[in-house]
């Protein structure tokens, strides 16, 4: 077989190691095995990058380790990252965590670097529709067959897990449907009911799967890059009330996107004045996917509003949530689905209140609520309270560069949360199966 064109920049990426890695970090519980797959799983789903259906071109984000390509020359932290590249970014991450063991015997978990969305790609755009019920079966086979079954028996699969960069959804196709509607069946697949799944979003009822923040574009690599940010975060003047970034809602069908757009645009005919706002609502119109890799054309207007309104589109949840975090921009939410059930392991379920917005979207699209008088009836001093909130969250639900210094490495960013959580969760079950054995044990020996 001759070696996969693999971009040149991944060649640094298989022996990419952690080189100057905390001084004795406490393993105790933490360790880490990263299983050895085959190129077929990673590397060779990055060679043809330019060849994928729908997606087009996703080369260009493939570029530094999955961060893609700086948003200019002279940008420190800021890249053209796109969302679905997070199985990269992640796997580059494992790599310089502090707790890595060769030996799966020694390990609390095991990391699968599969590159589940990407692989994806076949089955939910391309030519293999009709087998999606295929999708992971290889994989699998290589786990439990080819390649040392132990480490998977060692605890049935219960301590793996794995990044799929997309929303669980695109993961779940019923095993019965035939022909296939939309997406692969890998959460279906009792094969893979055991192991974790960080997803980008999760579904209503989750078994393996967990929601994790998506990428933004900033990734800082120090902390004085992260706190210029912040600080610039807290000086910016937030001139207008509210904003939406995004497309949709130009059907005549009623719907929470067109209710926005209505309102932005009838409300921006309403004088400011004596408000301390220059605009009620700003519309940054990124429809046809024009603001996808392209940060500056949001998050300026972001950084200028008190508010973002954050409506589901074809799925509940947003990357757009966590451009607005990044900029201080306090979330409106509209669906419970949009983020409170979804991201609990970066920020806890009762605190939504305190930094966040939630607007049933039946009051809006049904009873003609108008959110502009929802959002200038809250307090002054209480608006100021959730901004510093959401400022205080930034650095949990930023994906720091790899290779960050080691100041910044003492702050736990949205991968260290979900290394830890990961962890936390697959120790309760491992312990929970561990001791339901030995009690069936203790009885069968009675
Ligand atoms: C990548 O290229 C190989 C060889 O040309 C081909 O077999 C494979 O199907 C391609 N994959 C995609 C996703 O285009
Ligand atoms: C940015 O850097 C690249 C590579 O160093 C160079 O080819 C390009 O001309 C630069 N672009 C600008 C606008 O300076
Ligand atoms: C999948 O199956 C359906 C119905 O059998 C068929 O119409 C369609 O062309 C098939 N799609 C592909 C990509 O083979
Ligand atoms: C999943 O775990 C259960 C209970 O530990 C076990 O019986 C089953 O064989 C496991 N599934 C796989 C595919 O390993
Ligand atoms: C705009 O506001 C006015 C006054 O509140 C209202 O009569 C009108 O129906 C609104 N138009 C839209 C499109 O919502």
């Known amino acids: 077989?001759?070696?996969?064109?693999?971009?040149?920049?991944?060649?640094?990426?298989?022996t990419a190691a952690a080189q100057d890695s905390d001084p004795g970090p406490d393993c105790t519980g933490r360790w880490i095995h990263i299983r050895q797959l085959p190129p077929q799983f990673n590397l060779d789903?990055?060679?043809?990058?330019?060849?994928?259906?729908?997606?087009?071109?996703?080369?260009?984000?493939?570029?530094n380790h999955g961060l893609g390509q700086k948003t200019h020359n002279s940008s420190?932290?800021?890249?053209?990252?796109?969302?679905?590249?997070?199985?990269?970014?992640?796997?580059?991450?494992?790599?310089?965590?502090?707790?890595?063991?060769?030996?799966?015997?020694?390990?609390?978990?095991?990391?699968?670097?599969?590159?589940?969305?990407?692989?994806?790609?076949r089955y939910l755009y391309?030519?293999?529709?009709?087998?999606?019920?295929?999708?992971?079966?290889?994989?699998?086979?290589?786990?439990?067959?080819?390649?040392?079954?132990?480490?998977?028996?060692?605890?049935?699969?219960?301590d793996h897990f794995l990044v799929m960069a997309r929303p669980a959804w695109d993961f779940s196709q019923p095993l019965s449907n035939d022909p296939p509607i939309f997406g692969t069946s890998f959460l279906e697949l009792p094969e893979f009911f055991n192991i974790t799944a960080l997803t980008l979003e999760s579904r209503a009822y989750p078994w393996q799967e967990q929601a994790i923040p998506y990428p933004t574009s900033f990734h800082p690599q120090n902390l004085g890059f992260l706190q210029s940010w912040i600080q610039r975060v807290r000086r910016t003047r937030r001139s207008s009330l509210m904003l939406f970034a995004g497309g949709g809602g130009i059907s005549?069908?009623?719907?929470?996107?067109?209710?926005?757009?209505?309102?932005?645009?009838?409300?921006?005919?309403?004088?400011?004045?004596?408000?301390?706002?220059?605009?009620?609502?700003?519309?940054?119109?990124?429809?046809?996917?024009?603001?996808?890799?392209?940060?500056?054309?949001?998050?300026?207007?972001?950084?200028?509003?008190?508010?973002?309104l954050q409506p589901p589109g074809d799925t509940p949840t947003r990357q757009s949530t966590f451009d607005a975090?990044?900029?201080?921009?306090?979330?409106?939410?509209?669906?419970?689905?949009?983020?409170?059930?979804?991201?609990?392991?970066?920020?806890?379920?009762?605190?939504?209140?305190?930094?966040?917005?939630?607007?049933?979207?039946?009051?809006?699209?049904?009873k003609g609520l108008r959110i502009m008088d929802v959002l200038m009836g809250i307090p002054r001093a209480e608006v100021r309270r959730m901004r510093e909130r959401v400022v205080g969250m930034i650095e949990r639900v930023v994906y720091r560069k790899h290779g960050s210094s080691l100041g910044l490495r003492s702050k736990k960013d949205a991968f260290?949360?979900?290394?830890?959580?990961?962890?936390?969760?697959?120790?309760?079950?491992?312990h929970q199966i561990l001791s339901h054995s030995l009690h069936s044990s203790f009885h069968s020996h009675m």
């Not at 719907?255 to 009620?280: H, M, P, Q, Y």
């Not at 920020?347 to 039946?362: D, H, N, T």
């Open 1 to 14: 077989m001759p070696p996969p064109r693999l971009p040149t920049l991944f060649l640094l990426f298989l």
């Open 45 to 63: 789903l990055l060679s043809n990058c330019s060849e994928y259906p729908v997606s087009g071109d996703f080369c260009p984000f493939v570029a």
């Open 76 to 121: 420190r932290s800021w890249y053209r990252t796109d969302p679905l590249m997070l199985e990269l970014i992640f796997h580059r991450r494992m790599l310089e965590y502090p707790c890595l063991t060769p030996d799966p015997s020694l390990a609390a978990a095991v990391y699968l670097p599969y590159y589940a969305g990407l692989d994806a790609v």
């Open 126 to 158: 391309g030519p293999d529709q009709n087998s999606s019920f295929l999708h992971g079966l290889d994989l699998f086979r290589f786990l439990t067959r080819t390649d040392r079954p132990s480490i998977w028996n060692r605890r049935r699969g219960h």
């Open 252 to 308: 005549a069908n009623p719907n929470i996107r067109r209710s926005i757009r209505l309102e932005c645009d009838n409300v921006t005919a309403l004088s400011t004045e004596g408000t301390g706002f220059e605009k009620f609502c700003d519309f940054v119109d990124c429809s046809s996917g024009i603001c996808e890799h392209d940060p500056i054309r949001f998050m300026r207007p972001m950084l200028r509003a008190s508010f973002c």
């Open 325 to 366: 975090v990044v900029a201080g921009c306090i979330p409106v939410f509209f669906e419970e689905q949009s983020a409170r059930r979804q991201y609990t392991w970066h920020m806890a379920e009762e605190e939504y209140g305190e930094w966040s917005v939630f607007i049933a979207k039946e009051e809006v699209v049904g």
């Open 416 to 430: 260290d949360i979900a290394v830890d959580r990961a962890l936390q969760r697959i120790n309760s079950r491992v």
